[in-house]
């Protein structure tokens, strides 16, 4: 069974840069879509980034420009650079694996804090 372990959150300052990372076991990794999602408290669930076999990459309309989504298959991780980080970014973020023989798979999430 495919597991994701997110890291790299924490606290930082309003204009700061965190960069995420989704470690995933296993060998699907490189056939499987991959993607960011993120909940603030009190909030639903939100999408925040995808990226696609091919290293295709689409983000939600709020955040294009200040998060980069990539991914290194050689190191079977994903990674969410976020810049300009603003309060309303704090939340759980989330990785997200699917794979067409898989399904959907999830991490545990890593926090992140945006003090102003």
């Known amino acids: 069974q495919v597991q994701l372990v997110e890291s790299g959150g924490g606290l930082v300052q309003a204009g700061g840069s965190l960069r995420l990372s989704c470690a995933v076991s296993?060998?699907?990794?490189?056939?499987?879509?991959m993607a960011w999602h993120r909940q603030a408290p009190g909030k639903q669930r939100e999408w925040v980034a995808s990226?696609?076999?091919?290293?295709?990459?689409r983000y939600a309309d709020s955040l294009e420009g200040r998060f980069t989504i990539s991914r290194d298959n050689a190191k079977n991780t994903l990674y969410l650079q976020m810049d300009d980080l603003q309060s309303e970014d704090t939340a759980v973020y989330y990785c997200?694996?699917?794979?067409?023989?898989?399904?959907?798979?999830w991490g545990l999430g890593t926090q992140v804090t945006v003090s102003s």
């Open positions: 997200n694996l699917w794979n067409a023989r898989g399904g959907s798979s």
């Open positions: 296993g060998s699907i990794f490189s056939s499987s879509v």
């Open positions: 990226i696609s076999t091919g290293s295709s990459t």
